[in-house]
């Protein structure tokens, strides 16, 4: 009796130990659960990532100016700039137009920028250039034709490789007249924030 009972014990040992040991399918099935759970956070925040806006715009002083990013890749990419006059006959001024416009009238179309970027390469712009004559100026002075102008402007992230994260200022000048009802009071050098990496270029 004595050796049954040992015996009897024995065996039921061995099934209680079986019945709490982790078996091999669980613990794949749970590893493969948690690689599963972060492949899909990380495409998650890849995509959040890519997401992250990359237009912007604003209206000030008789335009509409909508800022987008294009084509950004290896730390760099262009700025797209499109001014919108909100009335019909109003024109931007050049690129080229000086500093302080021609005889104090008018201000160039300008796009720069500072911090976490730098340009790469000059600007361009997706209109003719017109010479008109305005009233009580002598000298020809040089505009865009009525409506919306794009100016391009080839961009790259600062720092080794560009990889380093932080923020950038796009500086945005214009200024919109109509040769007959005269000009809107100029912008001159408005910030726009942007969030720089090698691999993003974003707006907050």
Wanted: charged share 15%; net charge neutral.
């Amino acid at each position: 009796m004595a050796r049954t009972t040992t015996s009897t014990r024995s065996r039921t040992r061995t099934r209680t130990r079986a019945a709490f040991a982790p078996r091999g399918g669980r613990l794949a099935g749970a590893a493969l659960a948690l690689f599963v759970t972060a492949g899909l956070t990380s495409c998650s925040a890849a995509k959040a990532d890519q997401s992250a806006p990359a237009v912007t715009r604003f209206t000030q002083n008789g335009v509409t100016v909508t800022l987008a990013v294009a084509g950004w890749k290896d730390a760099k990419g262009s700025l797209t700039a499109t001014f919108t006059p909100t009335e019909a006959g109003y024109h931007l001024y050049s690129t080229d137009l000086p500093a302080d416009g021609v005889e104090g009238v008018g201000r160039p179309t300008s796009v720069t920028v500072a911090g976490g970027l730098s340009a790469d390469g000059p600007a361009s712009v997706d209109a003719e250039v017109l010479r008109i004559n305005l009233p009580g100026v002598e000298s020809e002075v040089p505009v865009y034709p009525d409506g919306p102008v794009t100016l391009t402007l080839p961009v790259r992230a600062e720092g080794e490789g560009g990889a380093s994260a932080g923020t950038a200022k796009a500086l945005i000048s214009y200024a919109s007249c109509n040769a007959e009802e005269g000009c809107n009071i100029p912008v001159l050098d408005r910030p726009v924030i942007l969030n720089v990496t090698g691999k993003t270029l974003t707006f907050p």
